[in-house]
Antibody, heavy 120, light 111 residues
Framework: EVQLVESGGGLVQPGRSMKLSCAAS????????MAWVCQAPKKGLEWVATISYDGSSTYYRDSVKGRFTISRDNAKSTLYLQMDSLRSEDTATYYC?????????????WGPGTMVTVSS | NIVLTQSPASLAVILGQKATISCTASESVNKFGINLMHWYQQKPGQLPKILIYNEFSRAPGIPARFSGDEAELNFTLTIEPVEADDVATYYCQQGLTFPLTFGSGTKLEIK
């Protein structure tokens, strides 16, 4: 059974940093691209970043470029999101998602999410 | 960026009737004859779940009540017959190019 479990969320002050983790199990982690998708309170879904199966390629939405870094440790089957220079508008639930890439990019499994609140 | 415009923002449907949700893309999401448009269901307080991928393919375990269609740049998710368990917000998402984008969501309620 595919399982994705995020951790590392919480309350953080504007301008500070936070690192999210996502522990994966139930599938061959290093065969899949992975992604972070966020959802602000009462709002819709927004793709944040994607990393290729081997970590060689990364992609980001414009609003987080230069501030967020997606990475992975295939030996530990773990995905990360380093979030620097956090802003109030980064407040959201962050979902770790497995990204299917066989034909078209979509998210076939999601974690339960971890809430990040950026506030002073 | 490919913009996805969903409508309506919300709809109320009688149990057993049909629900139709639309998603219009600002440009083609077609690659080699396949429209890379996907649909998700997010029930209240839950994480999103893939329903339909690549325009009309149902994800494993998704009942035939859910179907996807396309006409030009207009994509449609149809639920027929609607059941009480279908109360949720539905999102479209294009999988052709980065940045990957979602529609704004359609909230389905039972009338």
């Amino acid at each position: 059974e595919v399982q994705l479990v995020e951790s590392g969320g919480g309350l953080v002050q504007p301008g500070r940093s936070m690192k999210l983790s996502c522990a994966a199990s139930g599938f061959t982690f290093n065969n899949y691209d992975m992604a972070w998708v966020c959802q602000a309170p009462k709002k819709g879904l927004e793709w944040v970043a994607t990393i290729s199966y081997d970590g060689s390629s990364t992609y980001y939405r414009d609003s987080v470029k230069g501030r967020f870094t997606i990475s992975r440790d295939n030996a530990k089957s773990t995905l990360y999101l380093q979030m620097d220079s956090l802003r109030s508008e980064d407040t959201a639930t962050y979902y770790c998602a497995r990204q299917e890439t066989t034909w078209g990019w979509y998210f076939d499994f999601w974690g339960p999410g971890t809430m990040v609140t950026v506030s002073s | 960026n490919i913009v996805l415009t969903q409508s309506p923002a919300s709809l109320a449907v009688i149990l057993g009737q049909k629900a139709t949700i639309s998603c219009t893309a600002s440009e083609s999401v077609n690659k080699f004859g396949i429209n890379l448009m996907h649909w998700y269901q997010q029930k209240p307080g839950q994480l999103p779940k893939i329903l339909i991928y690549n325009e009309f393919s149902r994800a494993p375990g998704i009942p035939a009540r859910f179907s996807g269609d396309e006409a030009e740049l207009n994509f449609t998710l149809t639920i027929e017959p609607v059941e009480a368990d279908d109360v949720a917000t539905y999102y479209c998402q294009q999988g052709l190019t980065f940045p990957l984008t979602f529609g704004s969501g359609t909230k389905l309620e039972i009338k």
